[in-house]
Antibody, heavy 126, light 105 residues
Framework: DVQLVESGGGLVKPGGSLRLSCAASGFTFSTYTMNWVRQAPGKGLEWVSSISSSSSSIYYADSVKGRFTISRDNAKNSLYLQMNSLRAEDTALYFC???????????????????WGQGTMVTVST | DIQMTQSPSSLSASVGDRVTISCRASQMISSYLNWYQHKPGKAPKLLIYAASSLQSGVPSRFSGSGSGTDFTLAISGLQPEDFATYYCQESYSSFTFGGGTKVEI
C-alpha cells in the first residue's frame, strides 16, 4: 500500500524546536516532490514547504521562512521538517503530502497532492 | 500571492441532494485548480485535479468545472460518506488553499 506516516509532533514551548518526520512506503519516494501542509485548530489547510526529488528546489511559505527547514533522505524514504523559533501560531496538525504531475484527458498536465499522511500534532504553548 | 476564496463556508444538505461549492482565484490560474475532501482525523483526499479531471477511484458523482478565476465543485446525489470539509487549491503558483466549505447534514 502507498502510505505516508508522520511522527515527531508534541508539546513545545515558544522559541523551542521540533523535528517532524514522514516515512514513505509503497512507492519510489526518490522520484517525487514532497510537501508539508498544516492545519491550525479550527482553521483550513495551509501549504508550508516543498522539496523536489533531488532536493535541488526548496520553497517555503512566508509564514515559516527562516525558521523551518525541509529536507529528505531518499535512502531512508523519509521527509523531514526542522522547526525552530516556534510560535503559538505554529500550533497545528502537520501533514506530509506527495506531489504528482497528473495528466487530464485533454493532455493538460497539473500538479496535485495525491497521497497524504494522517498528520502529527504540534502544540506550541507555555 | 494568489488568494483563493470559497463559498459558502458551510452548507446544510440531505442525502440525495445536489450541492455546489464555488472557488474564486484572485488572478487567472487557467485550469490549475484542485479539489480535496477532508474528514476529521483522516488524511485529506484528492478528488479533482486540473479543474475537471476526476482522480482515480473517486466516485463519478463528484465533478469539477471552471477555468480562469471561477471554479465549481458539484456533488450529485449526496451520500452519507460525503459529509466533510472541501478545499480548493491552486497549483499555478504556491499551492494556496481556499478557506474550506463544510458540508453538514
Amino acid at each position: 500500500d502507498v502510505q505516508l506516516v508522520e511522527s515527531g509532533g508534541g508539546l513545545v514551548k515558544p522559541g523551542g524546536s521540533l523535528r517532524l518526520s514522514c516515512a514513505a512506503s509503497g512507492f519510489t519516494f526518490s522520484t517525487y516532490t514532497m510537501n508539508w501542509v498544516r492545519q491550525a485548530p479550527g482553521k483550513g489547510l495551509e501549504w508550508v514547504s516543498s522539496i523536489s526529488s533531488s532536493s535541488s528546489s526548496i520553497y517555503y511559505a512566508d509564514s515559516v521562512k527562516g525558521r523551518f527547514t525541509i529536507s529528505r533522505d531518499n535512502a531512508k524514504n523519509s521527509l523531514y521538517l526542522q522547526m525552530n523559533s516556534l510560535r503559538a501560531e505554529d500550533t497545528a496538525l502537520y501533514f506530509c503530502a506527495r506531489e504528482d504531475v497528473l495528466t487530464a484527458g485533454d493532455g493538460y498536465r497539473a500538479d496535485a497532492f495525491d497521497i497524504w499522511g494522517q498528520g502529527t500534532m504540534v502544540t506550541v504553548s507555555t | 500571492d494568489i488568494q483563493m476564496t470559497q463559498s459558502p463556508s458551510s452548507l446544510s444538505a440531505s442525502v440525495g441532494d445536489r450541492v455546489t461549492i464555488s472557488c474564486r482565484a484572485s488572478q487567472m490560474i487557467s485550469s490549475y485548480l484542485n479539489w480535496y475532501q477532508h474528514k476529521p482525523g483522516k488524511a485529506p483526499k484528492l478528488l479533482i485535479y486540473a479543474a475537471s479531471s476526476l482522480q482515480s477511484g473517486v466516485p463519478s458523482r463528484f465533478s469539477g468545472s471552471g477555468s480562469g478565476t471561477d471554479f465549481t465543485l458539484a456533488i450529485s446525489g449526496l451520500q452519507p460518506e460525503d459529509f466533510a470539509t472541501y478545499y480548493c487549491q491552486e497549483s499555478y503558483s504556491s499551492f494556496t488553499f481556499g478557506g474550506g466549505t463544510k458540508v453538514e447534514i
